[in-house]
């Protein structure tokens, strides 16, 4: 099976081509990212209105693109998917109806997609199947802990309560003076620090259950800024490295701890990274060597679909496709789709 896939949720317009046959590895045999980064990052976030406006400037040289780097022409797509939620309307309403056009035309079948499915099957998608296992989903808008019996059968066991661990990432990361997104930023700031410096707080690590909360980590990192420095706010000379590995440490340890504990609950051996700060070292290592200690096996995805792309989006339609489902062509874009019904 052929399956032209369209990612464009956010800032980052994704087209990708992959094929597949059920219990294989999928081949990507294109996935093609045009970045907004730069054009948010004046903005110190992503403008929605910038954002769609440039998913239509993008969006058919992209198809284009892709298609000529697979090798395939548009008849020979066996189903077309977009990303229907959640994201930014404006933003999905573009990719979303730009597949769907396509398979109109073509008279194939569509296939509407969550972005969360999209990161949480992504470190699967070179084996092409999915193992039972314990997913934490950690990107720039969800901390997500979910049990997964395999796909499309999903258990939510734990979220934030307030801001996701890449957000606090960027929030921190732009109260340091650290250009956006923070997280590759603070990670390399912290590469010289000492994570032990500041003890920051690691919240509701003691607490019963698996939810989250970075907003008090948010809050301690600028009180700490503001004592060291009342008259700016900003960090000492030489404090940086320092500032960036204590919170980058806190976030990890929050993490780790209840990830595992999570595994133990349901008790699943496998545990899967994904999302944009599943690619921080330190937090790989971590769980590496917690995973290690436990005896738990770790999966995580390859960096180019770690951040949003449209292979992960192909991948778990290409899944929904090989059980024979489709999405109808009316189906409406979810802002907030939720990916496991409260
Ligand atoms: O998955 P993603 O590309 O987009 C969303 O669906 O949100 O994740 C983007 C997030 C941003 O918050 C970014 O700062 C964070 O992932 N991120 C990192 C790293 N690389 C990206 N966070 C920590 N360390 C990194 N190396
Ligand atoms: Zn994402």
Do not use: W
Request: net charge negative; charged share 20%; hydrophobic share 45%.
């Amino acid at each position: 099976m052929l399956l032209l896939a369209i990612e464009s949720s956010c800032d980052e317009t994704a087209v990708a081509v992959m094929s597949g046959e059920p219990g294989r590895p999928a081949r990507i045999l294109a996935s093609e990212i045009s970045s907004q980064i730069e054009l948010h990052r004046v903005y110190g976030g992503v403008v929605p209105e910038i954002a769609s406006r440039n998913h239509s400037l993008h969006l058919r040289p992209l198809v284009e693109q892709a298609l000529k780097h697979a090798g395939v022409a548009i008849h020979e797509i066996d189903a077309f998917a977009a990303t229907s939620g959640p994201g930014l309307a404006s933003s999905l309403l573009i990719g979303a109806t730009a597949a769907k056009a396509m398979a109109a035309a073509t008279g194939k079948p569509f296939l509407a997609v969550n972005h969360l499915e999209g990161h949480l099957l992504s470190p699967f998608v070179d084996r092409g199947v999915v193992p039972e296992h314990l997913a934490l989903i950690v990107s720039g808008g969800h901390t997500l802990l979910l049990d997964v019996a395999g796909p499309g059968r999903y258990r939510k066991l734990g979220s934030t309560r307030d801001d996701a661990a890449g957000e606090a990432f960027d929030k921190v990361a732009k109260m340091l003076g650290l250009p956006y997104p923070g997280g590759p930023e603070i990670e390399k700031a912290a590469l010289g620090g000492n994570p032990e410096a500041f003890a920051f707080p690691r919240s509701m690590m003691k607490e019963p259950g698996f939810d989250f909360s970075f907003s008090g980590l948010k809050t301690a990192v600028l009180y700490t800024l503001s004592e060291r420095n009342p008259e700016t706010g900003t960090p000492l000379p030489g404090e940086l490295p320092d500032l960036c590995a204590s919170f980058q440490q806190a976030v990890i340890d929050v993490l780790v701890t209840k990830t595992l504990r999570a595994a133990r609950h349901a008790g699943r051996r496998t545990i899967a990274l994904s999302g944009g700060v599943s690619l921080n070292k330190a937090l790989r290592a971590a769980f590496e060597a917690a995973c290690q200690r436990e005896g738990l096996t770790l999966a995580t995805a390859t960096p180019g679909l770690c951040t949003d792309n449209a292979a992960m989006i192909a991948f778990a339609a290409l899944l929904r496709a090989f059980e024979g489902q489709s999405s109808p062509l009316d189906g409406d874009i979810d802002p907030n789709l939720p990916l496991v019904s409260a």
